[in-house]
């Protein structure tokens, strides 16, 4: 079983904005990391650290962090958001990285 | 621009093995650690193993730890993932990443291989 949890499915209105989260203890100690990743395709780095960006990215994603929560944030969802969301971050051991078991977002 | 190739997946039978490739190019490949992450059909994805940038320290989950073995060449910027005993639940996309830097953020994923563990 994970050790980070995630809601299996979230749904958002165009242009909305919608929250994702992802529960875990090693959220604690490690920042989370979140992916895209569309059908038949390889994941996508969307945010990483504390609120960082890959290049490319839109700024409509953003994250934050609280507790044993991390979060992502997408302001003003557009349909091109609607895709299968992963946190990761490492596990308790520190050794090992650890995925959340994914949030399918659907725009509508 | 950064390229992960990955290579080597097919059909094999249950206890046979297989050996994945991933080829590297766009990036100073022995700077970087590197990981191999899977998903199986319709499910979320489940990582696999770590290798240091100089190979030093490997990690693997416990799903595989015993059966798979990951290692890398840097002269040829290549990671490997060896699977032996291979089991039906290990059928899945494998994807070869690249770490960020320190930290356990992957910045960068293969397409992916398929590997399909049937009688």
């Known amino acids: 079983s994970s050790e980070l949890t995630q809601d299996p499915a979230v749904s958002v209105a165009l242009g909305q904005t919608v929250r994702i989260t992802c529960q875990g203890d090693?959220?604690?100690?490690?920042?989370a990391s979140w992916y895209q990743q569309k059908p038949g395709q390889a994941p996508v780095l969307v945010i990483y650290g504390k609120n960082d960006r890959p290049s490319g990215i839109p700024d409509r994603f953003s994250g934050s962090s609280s507790g044993n929560t991390a979060s992502l944030t997408i302001t003003g969802a557009q349909a091109e958001d609607e895709s299968d969301y992963y946190c990761?971050?490492?596990?308790?051991?520190?050794?090992?990285?650890?995925f959340g078991g994914g949030t399918k977002l659907t725009v509508l | 621009q950064v390229q992960l190739v990955e290579s080597g997946g097919g059909v094999v039978q249950p206890g046979g093995s297989l050996r994945l490739s991933c080829a590297a190019s766009g990036f100073t490949f022995s700077s970087y650690g590197m990981h191999w992450v899977r998903q199986a059909p319709g499910k979320g994805l489940e990582w696999v193993a770590f290798?240091?940038?100089?190979?030093?320290?490997?990690y693997y989950a416990d799903s595989v730890k015993g059966r798979f073995t990951i290692s890398r060449d840097n002269s040829k910027n290549t990671v490997y993932l060896q699977m032996n005993s291979l089991r039906a639940e290990d059928t899945a996309v494998y994807y070869c990443a690249k770490e960020r830097t320190t930290g356990a953020t992957i910045d960068y994923w293969g397409q992916g291989t398929l590997v399909t563990v049937s009688s």
């Open positions: 290798i240091r940038y100089d190979g030093s320290n490997k």
């Open positions: 090693s959220l604690r100690s490690y920042y």
């Open positions: 990761s971050s490492r596990d308790s051991s520190g050794h090992h990285l650890v």
